[in-house]
């Protein structure tokens, strides 16, 4: 509701997320492969997002949030998916305190690709418990292979968590076959995503940022 409330609100722009929302004003999705104008950086999964919102919804406040709006409502979903390991009273405290925080509600309405990060990230986390909770199964080991390349686009903070997650699974995919070849992949899938990421937009991005 907070969300919703503050996304109808439509509050006036704030300058970084003016800077950001310039770059959409005649945007062609090969041309948001170069650096952007006013200083910006952002992922380009999210970059193109963004242009087509505009692009199907015109040049409005309301059409630049939406994609942002959506990863935070979808974020409070997967938070709570995530909270269940917990069980009881830890995970009601925890959804209760996630539902009520001002930054995951102010950047839920922000055009700027944070709420799209914390969204990426549960998601790899979700699919990383689900896989826990049930070893046997490697689907969602899979999932997590063929979302990684996607996460990075969507989001930079997605290759620190992506690589915690290959970590972390390690001691419990190590035993079974099955589940080793499903967790080599996932590296090679998360890093060639973030190679081919970086050198057709990251990279050309902070070039023109390294002054």
Known sequence: TARSIRYLLCFPLWPDEGFLAANFIC?????????????????????????????????????????????????????????????????????????VSYYPIRHAVEIKPYSVDLAVSLLLTLGAVAWLRNPEKTAPLWALVVFAPIAVGLSFPAAFTGGGIVVALLPAAWGRLRSRIAWCCLPLTLIAGFLVVYAVSTGPQLERESW
């Open 27 to 99: 945007a062609r999705f090969d041309g948001l492969l170069g650096p952007l104008a006013y200083h910006q950086v952002a992922p380009l999964f999210f970059l193109w997002t963004e242009a087509a919102a505009v692009k199907l919804l015109g040049f409005n406040e309301y059409a630049l949030r939406v994609f942002p709006f959506l990863c935070g409502i979808g974020a409070v979903f997967l938070f709570v998916r995530v909270a269940e390991i917990f069980g009881g009273l830890p995970a009601l405290l925890a959804v209760a305190l996630f539902a």
